[in-house]
């Protein structure tokens, strides 16, 4: 059985930073590429960022290019976030998914990951 759980979410004021990280067990995590994605109340849920296999292909949304950053270690079965420079806007509940079945080109595309968990909450405070 496979199990997707985030961690590392919270409360945070504007401007300073967090890290997110989502471990994968029941499949063979460095074979599949991996993304972030998150949602807020009343909105479609949102590629964030992805992350190719083997860490060396990589993809931001518009909004977060220069402040986040996706790893993986694979000998750790963990994907990380790290998300620097926050905004009240980046307040979401932000979500990890793997098994990746499509293109690179619409890493953004929900339907394409198999996998998903269950979320960890960010809130950034102004």
């Known amino acids: 059985q496979v199990q997707v759980v985030e961690s590392g979410g919270g409360l945070v004021q504007a401007g300073r930073s967090l890290t997110l990280s989502c471990t994968a067990s029941g499949l063979t995590f460095p074979h599949y590429s991996m993304a972030w994605f998150r949602q807020t109340p009343g909105k479609e849920r949102e590629g964030v960022s992805f992350?190719?296999?083997?860490?060396?292909?990589?993809y931001y949304e518009d909004s977060v290019k220069g402040r986040f950053a996706i790893s993986r270690d694979n000998a750790k079965n963990t994907l990380y976030l790290v998300m620097n420079s926050l905004k009240p806007e980046d307040t979401a509940m932000y979500y990890c998914?793997?098994?990746?079945?499509?293109?690179?080109?619409?890493?953004?595309?929900?339907?394409?990951?198999?996998?998903w968990g269950q979320g960890t909450q960010v809130t950034v405070s102004s």
């Open positions: 998914a793997t098994d990746f079945v499509g293109s690179y080109g619409t890493w953004y595309r929900e339907s394409d990951y198999n996998y």
């Open positions: 992350i190719s296999w083997n860490g060396q292909i990589t």
